[in-house]
T-cell receptor, first 117, second 115 residues
């Protein structure tokens, strides 16, 4: 079974600063996918970024980037130039790559990020 | 907006009643997943369906819970004889048929409250 650990229950940072959210996971699989989802106070689940385990290059999406360390089973999210709208719960999630193609997501417990004006 | 549609947004039931939660996937998506989020916790997988098939129900409680995704119409998550512990947010997600590791797109959730 796969597990995802987010060791920072809460974080806060000043607007315009950079913040890094940590995530580690445990799996015996070699092929898998990792995701970060954002859940703002509206409670929607919004995809932030996706990483394929077989790609060494770290994924980036505008102000969001990841530091994927496969050997260490670490998948941290960096938010640059943080904005008030980044205030949300952030969930790290894991998906096995199977022959079937689509699989369930295993989520961490989340990090509550507050951006301070 | 052709996103994942869930209804109702809020559902209140008394103990012992039945709750029916509906989910229409994004256009072109044929895979549906249900997750449950208890207060102040992460999402937990419940069930994965394709049209007329349950693919993985390993996260579904053995009793009182059932799910379906008929050939026509939305996916339904059904909870019979609800108890206080069923109070949670229930999220539906969908993904397209082709391609491994496709991101799942989530609906806004149904918040179920049991009186």
């Amino acid at each position: 079974a796969q597990t995802v650990t987010q060791s920072q229950p809460e974080m806060s940072v000043q607007e315009a600063e950079t913040v890094t959210l940590s995530c580690t996971y445990d799996t015996s699989e070699n092929n898998y996918y990792l995701f970060w989802y954002k859940q703002p106070p509206s409670r929607q689940m919004i995809l932030v970024i996706r990483q394929e385990a077989y790609k060494q290059q770290n994924a980036t999406e505008n102000r969001f980037s990841v530091n994927f360390q496969k050997a260490a089973k670490s998948f941290s999210l960096k938010i640059s130039d943080s904005q008030l709208g980044d205030t949300a719960m952030y969930f790290c999630a894991f998906m096995i790559s199977s022959n079937f193609g689509n699989e369930k997501l295993t989520f961490g417990t989340g990090t509550r990020l507050t951006i301070i004006p | 907006n052709a996103g994942v549609m869930q209804n109702p947004r809020h559902l209140v039931r008394r103990r012992g009643q039945e709750a029916r939660l509906r989910c229409s996937p994004m256009k072109g998506h044929s895979h549906v997943y249900w997750y449950r989020q208890l207060p102040e916790e992460g999402l937990k997988f419940m069930v994965y369906l394709q049209k007329e098939n349950i693919i993985d129900e390993s996260g579904m409680p053995k009793e009182r819970f059932s799910a379906e995704f008929p050939k026509e119409g939305p996916s339904i998550l059904r909870i019979q004889q609800v108890v206080r512990g069923d109070s949670a947010a229930y999220f539906c997600a969908s993904s397209p048929e082709q391609g491994a590791g496709q991101p799942q797109h989530f609906g806004d959730g149904t918040r179920l409250s049991i009186l």
